[in-house]
């Protein structure tokens, strides 16, 4: 496993380079109703109210209703950005997903037209690795200050596999 | 009788116990969820990479897992729900076997409380191979006001 370690040096550069780093989605995610359903049913989730729009309608929804894990589909194309960040360098393979937390201020239905901006919030050393974390809004894209969803993900870079 | 009390969420009371929820995983639909979710991470698909990564064998995404979680917290909920928040920390992996049984991944939950506008909080339990596979899983719901339209 040497070759794959992280030198403390390497995690002492990183632990600098990350504080304030933020990122966004380049596009406009619009959700669509074929994408929730996909993502719905790939998680084996086939109750009507994620598949069906009038099923959804009657309980409250204004259109087909993503399930409650659906946005990491967003943030993690814009985590991608920081994973893959050239100023960074972070070996891919020594990072391993700590924790996830989704608040959602209204459910994230078909028809939403999103932006997506991440921001690295925390950067802690932890037992021989970095524990950095990351914040991520949901937004109308037509007005970036309201969020719908925010999404809360931390990442060990240089982590050992925790079996 | 859900709508007597806005918010109440299919009459969940404080302590109430709910129902072990089991789901089988196997490569195939990690193969599947990776395609759905964008998440082509090696160490759920191959062997190879997986070893190589320090694992036993190829495991499931942690994601995957946490949906297991909203899957068994809406099997306990009705449909006119909306999950406020849902919070995990991924513990231990899922080690997910190739061969057509797959490994099983259960999920008990219970009603910690339930808050006058009706929020309720759900603790939920997630193993797998007797082992806490998630820690810290938590979801607070709500049931949908039916006079409107949410979303």
């Known amino acids: 496993m040497q070759g794959l370690q992280e030198t403390p040096s390497d995690l002492q550069r990183l632990a600098q380079a990350l504080p304030g780093r933020s990122y966004r989605l380049t596009q406009p995610y619009e959700v669509a109703r074929e994408k929730l359903r996909e993502f719905a049913s790939a998680i084996g989730e086939m109750d009507p109210v994620f598949h069906d729009p009038a099923v959804a309608v009657k309980c ?22 920081l994973l893959a960040d050239p100023e960074l360098v972070i070996d891919l393979r020594r990072v391993v997903h700590g924790d996830q937390k989704f608040t959602a201020l209204r459910p994230l239905c078909a028809g939403d037209v999103l932006g ?12 021989g690795s970095l524990m950095v974390a990351t914040n991520s809004e949901l937004h109308p894209i037509e007005d970036p200050k309201t969020s719908i969803v925010h999404a809360e993900a931390s ?6 596999a925790r079996i | 009788m859900s709508n007597e009390i806005p918010g109440v ?17 196997t490569r195939a ?5 990776a395609g759905a979710a964008g998440d082509f991470n090696p160490i759920h698909y191959s062997e190879r ?25 809406h099997a306990w909920v009705d449909a006119a729900v909306t999950v406020l928040e849902y919070n995990v920390r991924f513990a231990k992996p899922v ?33 797998s191979n007797d082992q806490k596979v998630l820690s810290q899983a938590r979801a607070t719901v709500r049931q949908n006001n039916d006079r409107i339209h949410h979303g």
Not at chain 2, 113 to 126: N, R
């Open chain 1, 60 to 81: 409250g929804f204004r259109d087909v209703v993503a399930v409650p894990t659906f946005p990491i589909v967003i943030t993690f194309k814009v985590l991608q950005q």
């Open chain 1, 116 to 127: 997506c901006s991440t921001s690295v919030t925390q950067v802690r050393t932890f037992g």
């Open chain 1, 155 to 160: 990442l060990l870079i240089g982590a050992q």
């Open chain 2, 9 to 25: 969420c299919h009459g969940l009371l404080p302590g109430q116990q709910l129902p072990e929820q089991t789901f089988v995983v």
């Open chain 2, 29 to 33: 639909d990690l193969v599947r969820y």
């Open chain 2, 49 to 73: 990479i997986a070893r190589a990564a320090g694992l036993p064998g190829v495991v499931a995404h942690g994601m995957f897992t946490m949906a297991l979680g909203a899957r068994a917290v």
């Open chain 2, 95 to 127: 080690i997910v076997p190739d061969d057509e049984t797959g490994v099983r991944v259960m999920v008990s939950g219970t009603v910690k409380s339930v808050a006058e506008d009706g929020s309720t909080l759900i603790m939920l339990t997630v193993t």
